[in-house]
């Protein structure tokens, strides 16, 4: 039984040991809830972050771009406007700044394209990189989650195989669609670059033919120089606009097919995040008590597969006596063919999450097991354990704890029933000895007996000779205040003859000379009655 306070009204209330476990579980699942979900909202506000700032980024490094073009644009736009200095030098500078401006424009588009295809470049590098580290994880935690499960749930190793050859299709499936995003943002590029190329030959044809034109204008008439400078400027800026207008369309396209692919990559990684936390969900759902649990099935299974073979005559089940306030996880107790015990053993299974915050070490539960083993009355006590797994000293193999607490051993699940067997086979050797000791506590135990028997007898017959003189006593008692309330009637008897004397005396004294002394008037009504009558 456990006594909890109620934090309201301050009250104690006893429950028993399926109560208060059921409390414990509601108050850890209740806990572990919150801290998952806490840690899902960290990981999804990382990942927003993560996404703003590399959008945030993208965003800055293209309007420098286009800040960079602006003034260009700029720059062009007023070396233009200073070249109409002079009417007669307007052709020839019109020629030259449509030539400079055709240049300057070849080469921005050139280098734009140079610059589209670099962030291609690297952005589909690191994209593939991201998704390469972030596979590498995600095989990296399936792969310890798979180890893990395989380590504390062996019966539900088909699930977790099937579960993980289903996230390497996806992941196989993943990288497919990659190569395939790849392909075809290669073959965009492609046919970006040839359409791309495609107007640039047509501008340039029509600048070549403008050219020529104004050429030919200007070598014909000179009346018309102002026209023609003002055609040409238009004819550039039309053309310049043009070119404007595509490279901002092809900039748009390269942007939203960044996009496209981004979305695409983190859809698919949001997917594997959500299969590798169902795995860990199904991990994490089992509560403190279930994942030992699991760990007892384990070994209880291990046990029964050799029980017909090995230990015929043993008993090994669980512990459910819990009268004296705890109990061992297992009790195993072999006997021989006369019925005598060889060894036994108090086993305690011990497991936990890997998301538990608060770590468990193996000895902090070896009192509490050598206190269970001294109550079960067993020989040996053996902790079967999976707590810190990375202690060189647990993982060596089977650790002897004697120093503290006689004869303990800890051990790991592979070494459970390696050490039944060494503890058995090193009991053996003094069977013939336990057996002797066995005659001696049968005899001693006859003895024993007969002087229990002989006081019980005694004891029978001490408590009815207490019974009988109890009632003696008490019936003298009795007798003692009957006599006193004779005595009191009789006492009270002589007082009343007394009394009855007195007033016989009194009645005898009583005269009519005493009645009448003092009293004129009874005097004459008794003196009337004495006279004659006439």
């Known amino acids: 039984m456990h006594e909890i306070i109620c934090p309201h009204c301050a009250k104690a209330f006893k429950i028993d040991e399926a109560g208060y476990a059921d409390i414990l579980k509601q108050v850890r699942d209740s806990d572990f809830d919150k801290q998952l979900h806490e840690r899902l909202e960290l990981a999804e506000q990382d990942k927003h972050n993560a996404v703003a700032l590399a959008q945030a980024q993208m965003a800055s490094q293209l309007q420098k771009t286009t800040t960079a073009k602006d003034a260009q644009i700029q720059e062009l736009k007023a070396k233009l406007d200073a070249d109409a200095v002079s009417r007669r030098l307007a052709v020839n500078e019109a ?15 050139e280098q734009a394209k140079q610059d589209k295809q670099a962030a291609m470049v690297l952005a589909e590098s690191q994209a593939r990189a991201e998704l390469q580290k972030t596979l590498a994880d995600k095989e990296g935690e399936i792969k310890e989650l798979k180890a893990k499960l395989d380590s504390g749930e062996v019966a539900r190793q088909l699930a977790v195989a099937d579960a993980l050859k289903q996230v390497e299709k996806e992941r196989d499936n993943l990288a497919n669609d990659l190569a395939q995003a790849l392909r075809d943002k290669q073959a965009q590029t492609a046919l970006a670059e040839a359409r791309l190329a495609n107007e640039l030959q047509k501008v340039t044809a029509a600048n070549e033919a403008a050219i020529q034109a104004l050429q030919a204008q200007i070598n014909a008439s000179g009346v018309a120089h102002q026209l023609a400078v003002t055609q040409a400027v238009s004819v550039v800026e039309k053309e310049r606009d043009a070119l404007k207008s595509g490279l901002q369309r092809k900039e748009l396209e390269k ?21 590798i936390e169902r795995l860990r969900d199904m991990k994490a759902r089992l509560s403190t008590k279930m994942v030992g649990e699991t760990l007892e099935q384990h070994c209880e299974t ?14 090994f089940e669980k512990d459910n006596d819990a009268s004296s306030g705890s109990k061992g996880d297992y009790v195993f107790r072999d006997l021989d063919a006369d019925g005598t015990e060889i060894v036994s053993i108090m086993f305690e299974m011990k497991n936990e999450n890997d998301t538990t915050a608060t770590k468990k070490k193996n000895e902090d539960f070896l009192k509490e097991l050598d206190k269970d083993r001294t109550q079960k009355g067993c020989e040996y006590a053996v902790l079967v354990s999976l707590l810190e797994p990375e202690s060189e000293l647990y993982n060596s193999g089977i650790v002897d704890v004697f120093h503290r607490y006689p004869k303990m051993y800890v051990v790991r699940p592979q070494f459970f029933i390696p050490i039944i067997t060494l503890l058995r086979n090193a009991a053996m050797k003094s069977l013939a000895y336990k057996s002797e000791l066995a005659q001696v506590r049968a005899q001693n135990l006859d003895i024993t007996r007969f002087e229990e028997q002989l006081d019980d007898f005694k004891s029978a017959f001490g408590r009815n000779w207490r019974l009988a003189s109890d009632g003696f006593e008490e019936a003298v008692k009795r007798i003692d205040e009957a006599i006193k309330d004779l005595e009191k009637t009789k006492d009270a008897l002589y007082k009343s003859a007394n009394n009855l004397r007195l007033a016989n005396d009194k009645a005898e004294d009583l005269t009519i000379k005493k009645l009448t002394r003092g009293n004129p008037t009874m005097a004459a009504k008794f003196a009337e009655l004495d006279k004659p009558q006439s």
Not at 302 to 315: L, M, S, V
Request: charged residues 40%; without cysteine.
């Open 95 to 109: 020629v030259g700044a449509i030539e400079k401006e055709r240049d300057a424009l070849l080469s921005l588009l």
């Open 255 to 275: 942007d939203l097919a960044e996009k496209s692919l981004k979305e695409r990559y983190e859809i698919q990684l949001k997917d594997r995040e959500l299969e």
């Open 302 to 315: 291990e046990f029964n597969r050799i029980r017909a073979t090995a230990f015929g005559r043993a008993y």
